[in-house]
């Protein structure tokens, strides 16, 4: 038989000590305390083994005696370990155990840490999953808890991050919503305000995307009565082009406003990906050439 390794003996020195009976009324709690720190130790010697599926295991162990003694702070911390353990290869359960920290973070008042760990769940969502509709919202929540606690410019991102997914999503309403929202905070700061051209080209895209010349003209009017810079823009003549063309019915021209912007511009997947969704509009037209 193969000797045990450190962290299997520390485990089932832990276990032993968590399921120990006697002394339930006077040292139940110094009973879980003891455990906790023993399944602490195991999960950091699975760590040194590159066991990471055992490691977040003894951690969510430990989390659980640190919650049996209300250690709220550490029960959240033992979460967050357990999380960064199964990030190495089992996202699911590393937002399982993310959400568990949320929940301690969250009632401890810890709101702009509980944004932190949500935007890591978004994160997880977008790069290990693909679930982008899940990665959302995880985003909008984590925007909504930096927002609550004066992290704008954090909250934006996640804002923006999010509308980016919707629009993949083609939930373009939901997309400019949140574009909006963003270019309309970063207009009030001088450091800030050069993005928002940016924000309105990609809130006139998805606009565009869902068919819609007459908004897109009106929405085009509004933002430069917001900042009439806006109109000198090339981000405004571009969808200003885009918007002609598809009026026009004419692929041509359509192809010919992309083709000059990226020029000068390049453009990225994201744009990429909506422009084309534009042009597949235009040539499914009825009627049109």
């Known amino acids: 038989m193969p000797a045990k390794s450190q962290a299997q003996t520390l485990l089932e020195k832990a276990d032993k000590k968590a399921t120990s009976t006697g002394g339930w009324f006077s040292s139940a709690n110094s009973k879980f305390e003891e455990a906790g720190d023993l399944y602490q130790q195991a999960a950091n010697a699975f760590k040194l083994e590159k066991q990471f599926k055992e490691s977040g295991d003894a951690f969510a162990r430990e989390a659980e005696c640190r919650e ?20 190495r290869g089992y996202p699911e359960l590393a937002i399982q155990a993310l959400q568990q920290t949320i929940s301690h973070l969250a ?14 769940i978004a994160q ?55 574009y909006e929202r963003v270019a309309n905070h970063s207009l009030t700061s001088n450091l800030t305000k050069y993005s928002v051209k940016e924000y309105w080209l990609k809130a006139l895209l998805c606009i565009l995307a869902m068919g819609d010349t007459v908004t897109a003209g009106r929405s085009e009017q509004k933002y430069i009565g917001q900042d009439n810079t806006f109109s000198a823009t090339r ?20 192809t010919a406003a992309v083709v000059e912007f990226d020029r000068i511009t390049k453009l990225d997947n994201w744009k990429t990906s909506i422009l084309l969704k534009i042009k597949k509009s235009i040539q499914e037209e009825p009627g049109l050439t």
Do not use: M
């Open 124 to 178: 997880i969502y977008l790069q290990e999953t693909s679930d982008l509709s899940r990665a959302c919202d995880s985003f909008l929540r984590a925007g909504d808890w930096y927002a609550e606690e004066d992290a704008t410019a954090t909250a934006n991102q996640c804002y923006k991050d999010a509308a980016d997914l919707y629009a993949e999503l083609d939930k373009f309403p939901q997309a400019v919503t949140l």
């Open 107 to 120: 009632a401890g008042g810890r709101f702009r840490q509980a944004a932190d760990r949500e935007k890591e």
């Open 235 to 254: 981000e405004y003549k571009f969808a200003s082009a885009l918007r002609e063309s598809i009026e026009h019915g004419d692929v041509g021209e359509y």
């Open 68 to 87: 049996k003694c209300k250690e709220t702070l550490d029960a959240g911390n033992a979460w967050w370990n357990a999380a960064k353990a199964y990030k």
